[in-house]
């Protein structure tokens, strides 16, 4: 039986090396292809940088390489009505100030988390979304998580696919930075586990019967076939919390902000894929 | 006559479900041979004739990609045999399907056969059958 | 927001006699009547338990559907196209909603 064991054990490990995927198969979405592999900064921990799409079965990669195939896209639809449908005491919709979406928000999740200036913090994107709603339509602000919220944010991010993630980590972003990296390597829960003990340490290899990725949120808001929704980033970091028996912190917290802007800058380098699907 | 224990267990479990059954419950799902039977008013439907596309390992049981084709077909009754009810859908074909096929997703709560039934252009019915395996996911989250 | 909004894509153009792919995809959450809530109650039934597609008023092709089919319901299926006209696309909400969604396409 230990033998049996120890050469299970093994054949895991061995599986590390690959990612499941068929290996050289390139993401291409309507004809843009995405950057799934890059070289990682020398400050990484690890030596490249693999997209979640990289870990997933042939039959859930494809549905992300057709605008239509991929159900997150319904979302995006409804965010477009939205777009331009006033909301609140002022009457305004987003469209009143910010014009076409796709031209104003160009480049706008790549760098999410951003420092605000004004506000003196990190705002992750649906910060700034619920204070357009609050401060400039006088509207009732969204759930972080909420369909609205996601659908927004996954319109937003569609005009962003394609660019590399680009946020930052130097000046008023470093002490950010730094607690999200503390937090990534804080063992939680009663399973005491840190984010790094699957997603840096194991990814490539089985956990039960799925396939650990690197953790990586380029794709984010994420259509989950589990759940047949859109996810968003700091759900997805309360799940997994929650499911090493640990008590979460709040999505929208400056906790799971820091720790955004950490998982973030471990993908620079990666395409801004979401709204993406996975399992 | 001597039980083994493999049988008193499976006897202790039938006695169990059976009175895990309220009296009065909602009518129970028809079963595997009932749905097709009533799909082909009775008739025993031939091997083939209609194929199945489906993943080998489903990723998700709760999104899984399926597709069913049947030249010359009326009709395509989907069955998925290890569901709480095995009809998942039926696809009827009119004067204007360009072909007799169709693909959907579909929920399937365990590793189970998928089956599809086909009206055949003679009026006869064939079938085919896939296994899909399903996984049970990682941690949960 | 949550309102239902059926997603259909279908070429614009075709030649007479062409066979062509239609996708369709409406947001819903086919509550499937298997699952209880926190409390132990069966959550109801609701789905679609209707799709159908017509081009110029004759069927293309129409699906009975049973819970076992997924949120957010996808078909894919094959349309002759005889000549210019209009595709009718229905689904049908145990609640007795009907969502439509009309395209044309042209011959050329």
């Given amino acids: 039986m230990r033998t049996l064991i120890a050469a299970c054990a093994s054949a895991a490990l061995c599986l590390g090396a690959g990612t499941?995927?068929?290996?050289?198969?390139?993401?291409?979405?309507?004809?843009?292809?995405?950057?799934?592999?890059?070289?990682?900064?020398?400050?990484?921990?690890?030596?490249?940088?693999?997209?979640?799409?990289?870990?997933?079965?042939?039959?859930?990669?494809?549905?992300?390489?057709?605008?239509?195939?991929?159900?997150?896209?319904?979302?995006?639809?409804?965010?477009?009505?939205?777009?331009?449908?006033?909301?609140?005491?002022?009457?305004?919709?987003?469209?009143?100030?910010?014009?076409?979406?796709?031209?104003?928000?160009?480049?706008?999740?790549?760098?999410?988390?951003?420092?605000?200036?004004?506000?003196?913090?990190?705002?992750?994107?649906?910060?700034?979304?619920?204070?357009?709603?609050?401060?400039?339509?006088?509207?009732?602000?969204?759930?972080?998580?909420?369909?609205?919220?996601?659908?927004?944010?996954?319109?937003?991010?569609?005009?962003?696919?394609?660019?590399?993630?680009?946020?930052?980590?130097?000046?008023?972003?470093?002490?950010?930075?730094?607690?999200?990296?503390?937090?990534?390597?804080?063992?939680?829960?009663?399973?005491?586990?840190?984010?790094?003990?699957?997603?840096?340490?194991?990814?490539?290899?089985?956990i039960r019967a799925d396939r650990l990725s690197q953790g990586q949120i380029n794709g984010f808001p994420t259509y989950r076939l589990k759940n047949a929704k859109l996810n968003s980033i700091h759900n997805r970091f309360y799940g997994c919390i929650r499911d090493t028996r640990g008590v979460p912190f709040a999505e929208g917290s400056d906790e799971f902000k820091a720790l955004e802007l950490y998982v973030a800058s471990r993908g620079l380098g990666l395409s801004i894929e979401g709204p993406a699907v996975r399992n | 006559m001597q039980l083994t224990r493999r049988d008193a267990l499976m006897m202790g479990a039938g006695a169990v479900a059976a009175t895990l059954i309220p009296a009065g419950a909602p009518r129970a799902a028809p079963t595997l041979d009932e749905a097709i039977a009533a799909f082909t008013g009775g008739a025993t439907p031939g091997e083939g004739g209609v194929t199945i596309t489906a993943p080998e390992i489903a990723e998700n049981g709760n999104t899984v990609p399926i597709e069913v084709d049947a030249p010359g077909a009326s009709s395509i009754m989907l069955l998925a045999d290890g569901n709480p009810n095995p009809a998942v859908c039926t696809f009827h074909f009119g004067p204007l399907a360009g072909a007799q096929m169709a693909a959907t997703r579909i929920r399937l709560a365990r590793t189970q056969n998928v089956l599809a039934v086909a009206r055949l252009a003679d009026g006869s019915y064939g079938i085919a059958r896939r296994e899909v395996k399903v996984t049970i996911g990682g941690c949960g989250g | 927001m949550s309102s239902i909004k059926p997603r259909v894509k279908v070429p614009k153009s075709a030649s007479a006699g062409e066979v062509i792919t239609i996708k369709t995809l409406i947001n819903h959450q086919m509550e499937s009547g298997q699952r209880k809530d926190s409390s132990g109650n069966v959550i109801p039934r609701k789905i679609i338990n209707r799709f159908a597609c017509t081009f110029n008023g004759q069927e293309v092709i129409s699906v009975d559907i049973d819970p076992a089919v997924s949120a957010n319901p996808y078909f894919e299926f094959q349309a002759k196209i005889p000549e210019a006209g209009e595709f009718v696309f229905t689904w049908v909400d145990d609640d007795g909603t009907v969502y439509e969604e009309r395209k044309e396409i042209a011959i050329g």
């Fill in chain 1, 20 to 206: 499941g995927a068929a290996e050289g198969q390139k993401l291409v979405i309507e004809g843009q292809e995405m950057v799934t592999r890059a070289p990682a900064p020398d400050w990484h921990p690890l030596t490249e940088v693999i997209s979640g799409w990289e870990f997933r079965d042939p039959a859930t990669q494809a549905l992300q390489m057709d605008d239509f195939e991929n159900p997150a896209m319904i979302f995006v639809d409804q965010a477009r009505e939205m777009w331009s449908t006033p909301d609140g005491a002022a009457g305004k919709s987003c469209e009143s100030c910010h014009g076409a979406v796709e031209d104003s928000m160009k480049g706008v999740r790549a760098v999410m988390p951003k420092f605000n200036e004004e506000a003196g913090t990190l705002w992750s994107l649906e910060d700034y979304i619920n204070n357009c709603r609050t401060a400039r339509m006088q509207a009732e602000p969204w759930k972080w998580s909420g369909s609205e919220m996601t659908a927004m944010t996954a319109l937003i991010t569609l005009q962003s696919r394609g660019m590399p993630v680009a946020v930052r980590i130097d000046g008023p972003y470093q002490s950010w930075w730094e607690k999200g990296r503390e937090i990534y390597y804080t063992r939680y829960g009663q399973l005491e586990l840190a984010c790094a003990n699957c997603h840096e340490d194991h990814y490539g290899q089985m």
